[in-house]
């Protein structure tokens, strides 16, 4: 199964990642958008690995305390458009302990430098060229306090996440 693992968000920041998205649609920005319930920030991706349990368990010895996160305007690579995000040091932290723990235990997860960002669309396509022009950039901030892990297929309608377990910051107080 193909998994991953990833912080998601409340409604404030959900509700101004669709409010670019509305104003991204009205100008004719096309795309396989990606759906409300799919919106977050992916700390490591595992990929194939059939036992999520030993993930879960890495998850669970990792000890993180709560990040604040802050959106932090847009871009593209190639064909992806995202939103940036702006952490504290303690995210960049967690995640490179999270991922070396991962590979120890022969769990492979990314080897690519972490860039926290939010996926918006994939494939986009813009008639005015490629930089996509944003009046409003969304705004916002959380607290991130919980990691979740995901499992990824792929559905009729795009990608679907399920949920298979979570680390709250608060259980290693």
């Not at 890495?58 to 847009?74: S, Y």
């Not at 997860?109 to 022009?133: A, L, V």
């Not at 959380?142 to 990608?159: F, I, Q």
Request: no cysteine.
């Amino acid at each position: 199964m193909r998994l991953f693992i990833s912080i998601f968000f409340d409604d404030n920041i959900i509700n101004e990642l669709l409010r670019l998205q509305d104003d991204l649609k009205k100008i004719g920005v096309e795309g396989n958008y990606t759906r409300m319930e799919s919106l977050h920030m992916t700390l490591a991706f595992v990929g194939e690995y059939d036992n999520p349990g030993d993930v879960l368990e890495v998850m669970d010895r990792v000890e993180f305390e709560p990040f604040k996160l802050a959106l932090d305007g847009v871009g593209n690579f190639k064909k992806l458009f995202y939103v940036g995000m702006k952490a504290e040091d303690a995210l960049y932290t967690y995640v490179k302990r999270l991922r070396r723990e991962l590979n120890k235990l022969g769990i492979e997860s990314d080897k690519k430098q972490f860039f926290p960002h939010i996926t918006m669309i994939r494939n986009y396509d813009y008639k005015g060229g490629e930089m996509i022009p944003v009046n409003k950039p969304p705004i916002g901030s959380v607290v991130a306090d919980t990691v979740v892990l995901m499992k990824s297929e792929r559905g009729k309608h795009g990608m679907v996440y399920t949920e298979l377990g979570s680390v709250n910051a608060n259980s290693f107080i």
